[in-house]
């Protein structure tokens, strides 16, 4: 081989041998992945998850293009918080967004991933904070402060129902926070003279027997939200219906799905604070710093459907004070 030619083909395989590492430069940066996991179903938290993607989209966080966002879905059964969360973990995910009873699992599966809860009823009874101002630890999120609404719920329930004397609280006995509520509910209702009934289930297959075990004791029904209970709001709705009873809950989606009316917190709203919470951490903030906030924006839903097909005339007033009314 002459020299020119070797030297030729020198450099070929020098060039040849820089290919791969051009085509690595080339390739973009792995994204920055959240882990979503939901306690109830898809369909249930279509309007929340849409409320936190689009909030991300604002603060320059566009899924598939800036940010991955991994949905798993536990569609009520606490039993696959554990698997999800252990999942979650194995992809090394930068942050995982979750709420509810599902975020002790999350917390147990990892204590240097980022947790941002997007509601949550008591974090600090509940271990999942230390405090609200400095939570500590990888956990941080919003707390919803239904427990302190119980009263309120009562109240507003009366002005529509005066004749009330026996409520019946739909509750899932499985979950602490739930039973928290409940105790509340049943406080508030020692307060205004009612007789509380409690519902107790801890899966779908409870919730026709309760109701039947109920027939013809109560007046209205209180129903405790969480993931078990907001999965199966459409069964639940036509049961209390077929049982005349009017139902309140703190869930718009509840009110939306044939209850008779909610009062809460706006859960779309947390859930775009969810979004600025993720962003921080994203950009480098540390989730044990970011202090939990609680709601400042409640809204009173009113289905006036279901209202006619009890036969209730709504007080003008609380028509004039609703957020929404659903015709």
Same mark, same amino acid.
């Given at each position: ?15 040849v ?11 973009p ?40 966002i991994e949905?798993? =879905? ?9 698997? @999800?969360?252990a ?5 090394? /995910?930068?942050v @995982?967004?979750?709420?509810g ?14 947790? /941002? ?20 630890g990888?956990?941080?999120?919003l707390? @919803? ?7 309120k ?14 409520l ?28 509380a ?13 309760a109701?039947?075990a ?10 405790v939200?969480?993931?078990? /209970?907001?999965?199966?709001r ?19 989606d ?40 609680q ?7 009113l ?12 007080? =003008?007033?609380?028509?004039q004070?609703?957020?929404? /009314?659903?015709?």
């Amino acid at each position: 081989m002459s020299v020119i030619r070797r030297r030729e083909f020198i450099t070929l395989l020098g060039g040849v041998a820089a290919w791969p590492l051009a085509a690595r430069a080339q390739q973009p940066a792995k994204l920055r992945t959240i882990g979503f996991l939901a306690p109830a179903s898809a369909s249930a938290w279509r309007q929340w998850v849409a409320a936190f993607v689009e909030r991300l989209r604002e603060l320059g966080w566009i899924e598939g293009r800036t940010v991955a966002i991994e949905y798993r =879905w536990a569609d009520g059964r606490t039993d696959r918080y554990a698997d @999800i969360a252990a999942e979650f973990v194995r992809l090394n /995910v930068d942050v @995982i967004v979750t709420s509810g009873g599902a975020v002790p699992a999350a917390k147990r599966a990892t204590s240097s991933i980022p947790i /941002v809860f997007a509601i949550a009823v008591d974090p600090i009874a509940g271990g999942l904070v230390a405090n609200l101002a400095r939570p500590g630890g990888n956990v941080t999120g919003l707390s @919803i402060q239904s427990t302190d609404l119980a009263g309120k719920r009562i109240e507003l329930l009366r002005e529509i129902v005066p004749h009330i004397s026996r409520l019946a609280i739909l509750t899932n006995v499985g979950y602490a926070a739930a039973v928290s509520e409940m105790g509340q509910v049943e406080a508030a209702a020692r307060i205004f003279g009612l007789e509380a009934l409690t519902m107790g289930i801890r899966r779908a297959d409870d919730i026709a027997p309760a109701f039947e075990a109920l027939k013809g004791r109560a007046d209205a029904l209180y129903v405790v939200v969480e993931s078990l /209970v907001i999965t199966n709001r459409t069964q639940i709705n036509s049961l209390a219906l077929a049982a005349q009873l009017p139902t309140i809950s703190s869930t718009r989606d509840f009110a939306a799905a044939g209850g008779l009316m909610s009062y809460g917190a706006n859960f779309p709203h947390l859930f775009r604070r969810a979004g600025d919470y993720v962003d921080k951490i994203l950009r480098g903030e540390k989730a044990g710093e970011i202090p939990v906030e609680q709601p400042t924006k409640f809204d009173l839903v009113l289905n006036l459907r279901t209202a006619k097909a009890l036969s209730l005339d709504l007080p =003008w007033f609380l028509e004039q004070r609703a957020d929404e /009314v659903i015709e």
